[in-house]
């Protein structure tokens, strides 16, 4: 069963009313006054759901992004309604992408970042600007990793609704009735109120950059940089050093079989026959004739050990004997087991009163190659040069020798790191708990020892240190600037959306534009805002509405028209059912699945709520 199968497994109608739940996702990069952000909570849990902690920056991102849609929908609601659907919306997002992480979905760092660069609030000129998305993460009272797992999470659970809307079905019968709510477009007018570009408009003192500064200075910090040389000591590079001979392999090949000698297990089976009531002459023949017949694959071992073997004792077992260490069974046979390799059946073996055929059938005893021995060699040597230069390094240290310098004399190879921060060190080095202890503390000109694992050390010499500080006015001064311009826009942004209502007014305005036979499909606008225009009726014509986007832009609009459009062409009719009742069905599913998880789910909450 698939884990889609899975998921889905006792989720059914039960004939009562359902209620279609609506999931809430999407990037949450919008700049706006945050609840909460206050460094008094900056450590507050509100939510703990499944053992995972919400926090006061988390869920403040999501009650204003809930209070920007509800504004844009002309809903007004009292602050703890917004709070216990930021709530509700929080539990749902998280429940979805822990079942997503269960059933073997992921989000890789990598993609997360990706998210992070492509978002067009984090650009200067079309580009990502890392002090533009360092602004937001002051402003809304997050740290970069904090952020990159909100998205994560996020992510998480759209991979699992993705994967539900792939799967989703329903019989065309049930389709007809939903094809005449799709079948329109839209005309539209509009003005667009880019933050940005109003941002760019305003005015700063000097007055209020220092001021700013003076209140805000510790949010604008540099990182500390060294700048560090590395000798990499690590037995892979050593292994291209080591030399290894062919008559020291053929030592090491007899050394390693010594060393195993009895140190592992041989079971065999055996057929039995007796020359008591025969002659030797004549077992001997019966027994050629048995092995020519298991030989020709005219019989198996096994048929052979019922039909012809005199060992009752091991004759019901298929002719099974057991184990040995080599020293169990008789000479003869220990003999003869040493040499055999796996189901190898052998040449006839003879005891005082009976004649044999013996199977090996399992076998745990080591066996060497010459490559086997090799390699031996090369650990051994490798382990031994690997030693021997680090005693020569250390020494070296002690003689007050520099990295360079001892690179030279031990022919090994050095690198140097110019001016990095910690995150953009090796990430080799980063495993080494005792370089991340010590890093806030290097010393410019002493050399450490850092141990990586049992087959690595890497030496560290310190050339450049420089502490984290604060950045200088002039330093922090763009981002201040940035910063101060669009908390400008937004205190004036009632005003700017007035402005663009009175156009409407207007018998033509060239700052409107607008759109006929807007589809559901467009580009042209942000894809939100495209679904309240078709969540519209006929009777909201010409409502001149707000549309706060999560992008960072506002807009001011009217639908104009609703286009109904008769479809003609059988497959597109057949296209647009399939559309829409995957839509239905994924919209059930989704109530029925928030339902069974949220009724397994363990949820504590925070003083907030």
Do not use: C, W
């Not at 890789?108 to 360092?134: H, M, W, Y």
């Not at 607008?514 to 580009?523: A, F, G, N, P």
């Amino acid at each position: 069963m698939s884990a889609l199968d899975n998921i889905r497994k006792g989720l059914s109608s039960s004939g009562s009313t359902l209620i279609v739940g609506i999931l809430i996702v999407g990037l949450v990069a919008t700049f706006g006054n945050f609840l909460g952000t206050d460094n008094a909570f900056s450590n507050q849990k509100v939510l703990e759901i499944n053992g995972q902690d919400i926090s006061i920056q988390e869920f403040s991102l999501e009650a204003n992004r809930l209070n920007s849609i509800f504004s844009n929908q002309e809903i007004s609601l009292e602050q703890d309604q917004v709070t216990q659907i930021a709530q509700d919306s929080l539990i749902q997002r998280i429940l979805l992408a822990q079942q997503s992480e269960d059933n073997g979905f992921y989000v890789t760092e990598s993609f997360v970042k990706e998210i992070i660069q492509a978002d067009p609030t984090f650009s200067r000129d079309g580009v990502f600007n890392l002090d533009v998305f360092r602004g937001f993460l002051l402003r809304s009272g997050l740290g970069a990793e904090e952020f990159q797992n909100i998205l994560r999470t996020q992510y998480k659970s759209i991979q699992l609704n993705e994967a539900l809307n792939a799967s989703a079905f329903i019989p065309d019968d049930h389709l007809n009735k939903f094809v005449s709510s799709i079948n329109h477009h839209r005309d539209i007018t509009f003005k667009k109120i880019s933050l940005a570009d109003e941002a760019k408009k305003e005015s700063l003192s000097e007055e209020e950059i220092i001021n700013y500064y003076n209140e805000e200075g510790l949010k604008f910090m540099v990182e500390s940089k060294a700048s560090f040389s590395i000798i990499d000591l690590n037995t892979n590079f050593l292994e291209s050093k080591v030399q290894i001979t062919g008559s020291e392999v053929s030592a090491e090949l007899i050394n390693l079989e010594e060393q195993s000698s009895n140190s592992g297990q041989k079971r065999i089976s055996h057929i039995q026959v007796d020359f008591d009531s025969l002659s030797r002459i004549e077992a001997l023949q019966k027994v050629d004739d048995i092995k020519n017949q298991i030989d020709s694959g005219l019989i198996s071992f096994e048929d052979a050990v019922t039909n012809f073997s005199d060992d009752l004792g091991s004759k019901s077992l298929d002719g099974d004997l057991g184990y040995t260490d080599g020293t169990i069974f008789p000479v003869e046979f220990e003999e003869v087991i040493k040499d055999m390799s796996l189901n190898e059946i052998s040449s006839v073996v003879e005891l005082s009163s009976s004649l044999h055929l013996i199977k090996l059938t399992e076998s745990n005893v080591d066996s060497f190659t010459a490559k086997d021995a090799r390699n031996s060699l090369i650990d051994q040597k490798t382990q031994s040069l690997f030693v021997s230069i680090e005693e020569n390094i250390l020494s070296s240290i002690e003689g007050d020798k520099n990295l360079f310098e001892i690179s030279q004399l031990e022919d090994l190879p050095i690198k140097s790191f110019s001016n990095v921060s910690l995150n953009e060190a090796p990430e080799y080095l980063k495993t080494s708990e005792d370089f991340l202890d010590v890093y806030d503390s290097l010393s410019p000109g002493e050399i450490l020892e850092f141990p990586i694992d049992n087959d690595r050390l890497v030496f560290l010499e310190v050339e450049e240190f420089l502490p984290e500080r604060q950045k200088t006015l002039e330093e922090a001064k763009k981002d201040i600037t940035e910063i101060l311009k669009f908390q400008k826009v937004q205190d004036n942004l009632n005003n700017l959306v007035d402005e663009s209502v009175l156009l409407f007014a207007q018998t033509s305005s060239s700052e409107l534009t607008s759109y006929e036979d807007l589809k559901r499909d467009t580009s042209l606008l942000p894809n939100s805002m495209v679904s309240e225009i078709f969540s519209l009726r006929k009777d909201q014509i010409n409502q001149i509405r707000r549309f706060d986007a999560l992008e960072g832009d506002t807009y001011v609009y009217t639908l104009d028209s609703i286009d109904e459009i008769r479809l003609e062409d059988p497959s597109e009719k057949d296209s647009q059912q399939n559309e829409f009742a995957k839509s239905a069905v994924i919209n059930i599913e989704d109530s029925l699945l928030m339902e069974q998880l949220r009724s397994n789910a363990s949820i504590k909450l925070g003083n907030l709520l």
